[in-house]
């Protein structure tokens, strides 16, 4: 029986981009002038893994209670640029089908629930679905703690489940926890980046992903 | 001799993703509601084609009224993201260096001198360097005429100029204007979407770039 682990921004909901310059407008107010696509490309994996990385492409150090604010800020832009955000393109259908076809699925994302509970009420998420935040393990992504956490409640073994994810710190993560990768473009990797990191199907968005659940074993009987 | 031709968003300027939130914006004011992810990869066409493409994928029409309000739009919201706006790394350095060793360059982008302004003042750019923007032809990217406009500027013969973008646009016109394609990283797409689409090189950012100019056949004697 399969069941999938869903990763949140980029895959679920349309908030990448708005994250991106959020870190973007913070990392700039303590005086780290980054370009944008290197954000990018470092979104989703773990806050503290992301600004540690960012502070080594610019060979500098960063400060505890620096990281801190940074956080901070990030949070606050990013709460400037919520009313932008809304989930992908078939994003609640597909939730929605997989729970009409009794098929278990949880919700694992490198975000604090601070900023993650938004993008959740916007999905119309049912009672007794599984959501996994940074704020339950002690590594997030590339680590597969959060993965392997949301495994855990669903009562799934290794190999058991899918995880799908729009960036490569969601493929790495499902590797390590075991778990086969499904990549989304709505996030705005590459499908040849995505694919190179071990997704081993990639779709457009959620609505692409939902008119092919037969190509990952889901059927509806 | 090598002669390049610059494009500018993503490219020199750091502002790629600025521009895909203003037309995400734009398109939303107007009904239009477009995952951001794919306004991104189509940065970098024509505006009137962009406008065209986005329209077709909603399977919408889009009346001529209400694209010109689109553009406008677009460029009043791009303005209010410019204080986020900065040269790349190393792209001041390196049309410096390429001036400083009499090799011969060009600007040639999609977007009107209206929106590209703020970002050519920003580069510090000499006199008497072709500045061609889409004011000046009558197909922007990814038909050739904005490179071939350049290309005539700088007394240039087909094959002899290279174009530096960040976008499969432009490596798609450089293609039909027999020129070779140089990609950067820099826009936001990623490595192997622009060696698809025809580029030789690709760098991360003009920083990159300026130190590998020898791979391009630049000789500083």
């Given at each position: 029986m399969a069941a999938f682990i869903f990763d949140l921004d980029g895959t679920l909901v349309d908030s990448v981009y708005q994250h991106v310059l959020a870190w973007h407008t913070a990392l700039r107010a303590v005086g780290f002038n980054l370009s944008v696509w290197k954000i990018h490309r470092r979104i989703g994996m773990s806050g503290g893994l992301l600004v540690r990385a960012l502070a080594r492409e610019l060979g500098r150090e960063m400060?505890?209670?620096?990281?801190?604010?940074?956080?901070?800020r990030h949070a606050e832009e990013y709460a400037k640029l919520l009313p932008q955000v809304e989930p992908l393109p078939g994003a609640r259908e597909l939730l929605r089908d997989l729970t009409s076809?009794?098929?278990?699925?949880?919700?694992?994302?490198?975000g604090a629930i601070e900023t993650a509970q938004p993008a959740l009420n916007m999905l119309g998420i049912p009672d007794g679905i599984p959501i996994v935040t940074r704020d339950h393990v002690e590594r997030a992504k590339p680590d597969p703690d959060l993965f392997l956490a949301a495994g855990k409640q669903l009562h799934v073994d290794a190999g058991q489940a899918m995880v799908v994810g729009d960036?490569?710190?969601?493929?790495?993560?499902?590797?390590?926890?075991?778990?086969?990768g499904i990549g989304v473009l709505s996030g705005g990797y590459g499908q040849q980046e995505l694919e190179s990191s071990g997704a081993y199907r990639v779709y457009a968005d959620p609505e692409e992903?939902?008119?092919?659940?037969?190509?990952?074993g889901v059927r509806d009987d």
């Open positions: 400060a505890p209670e620096i990281a801190e604010q940074l956080r901070r076809m009794k098929v278990k699925w949880a919700i694992a994302t490198s960036s490569v710190w969601d493929m790495l993560a499902a590797r390590r926890a075991n778990y086969l992903m939902r008119n092919h659940l037969d190509e990952m």
